[in-house]
């Protein structure tokens, strides 16, 4: 009884924290994307053409795309040889950070085109903190689930909390609402 008790404890905190990172992963996301093209293509490239600014803020949207599979490969490389627990909370913090970091960040009107770099330097670190959460947690938690014989938990393990981070979107708009 004790052992299926103990079992049962690793499950929900896998589970727990496999969604509680792709939550804060997604929603990063989801909430960049928002902005890309209402806010920060205005910010941090102003230009003549509304459509360059905004495929340029889109651009950086992708950045953190691209950049995942290099921290599936640093992260994976060094969660085996460290330990994965500590690699995933280094990569939900280096998610965190970034995210933070971008909301401080100064406008091109307050330091020229070092802004959209800093943006960019800070999409590539949200990119690899991303890959490296998403590709070694939403592996061990599908693993660990299926192990266990609960195939209805695989999905939010996985990354499927991606539904709650849609809250994003919300939130997005709603700072559209305060932007003039």
């Given at each position: 009884m004790l052992n299926s008790k103990v079992k049962s404890k690793e499950l929900r905190r896998v589970v727990t924290a496999s969604v509680i990172g792709a939550t804060i992963e997604w929603y990063d996301f989801f909430l960049y994307g928002v902005m890309a093209g209402i806010v920060f293509n205005k910010l941090y490239f102003p230009?003549?053409?509304?459509?360059?600014?905004?495929?340029?803020?889109?651009?950086?949207?992708?950045v953190g795309f691209l950049s995942r599979p290099l921290g599936g490969v640093i992260f994976g490389h060094f969660g085996d040889k460290i330990g994965r627990k500590s690699m995933l909370v280094m990569t939900l913090m280096i998610m965190g950070v970034s995210t933070f970091l971008i909301g401080l960040l100064p406008t091109y009107a307050q330091v020229?085109?070092?802004?959209?770099?800093m943006l960019w330097l800070r999409r590539v670190l949200q990119g690899i903190g991303w890959g490296g959460r998403g590709g070694r947690c939403g592996t061990d938690g599908v693993r660990i689930c299926a192990a266990k014989g609960t195939w209805f938990l695989c999905e939010p393990a996985a990354g499927g909390a991606c539904d709650w981070a849609v809250s994003g979107f919300g939130c997005g708009c709603l700072a559209v609402l305060y932007i003039d």
């Amino acid at each position: 009884m004790l052992n299926s008790k103990v079992k049962s404890k690793e499950l929900r905190r896998v589970v727990t924290a496999s969604v509680i990172g792709a939550t804060i992963e997604w929603y990063d996301f989801f909430l960049y994307g928002v902005m890309a093209g209402i806010v920060f293509n205005k910010l941090y490239f102003p230009g003549s053409d509304p459509v360059v600014s905004t495929m340029l803020a889109y651009g950086t949207f992708a950045v953190g795309f691209l950049s995942r599979p290099l921290g599936g490969v640093i992260f994976g490389h060094f969660g085996d040889k460290i330990g994965r627990k500590s690699m995933l909370v280094m990569t939900l913090m280096i998610m965190g950070v970034s995210t933070f970091l971008i909301g401080l960040l100064p406008t091109y009107a307050q330091v020229g085109v070092a802004a959209p770099i800093m943006l960019w330097l800070r999409r590539v670190l949200q990119g690899i903190g991303w890959g490296g959460r998403g590709g070694r947690c939403g592996t061990d938690g599908v693993r660990i689930c299926a192990a266990k014989g609960t195939w209805f938990l695989c999905e939010p393990a996985a990354g499927g909390a991606c539904d709650w981070a849609v809250s994003g979107f919300g939130c997005g708009c709603l700072a559209v609402l305060y932007i003039d």
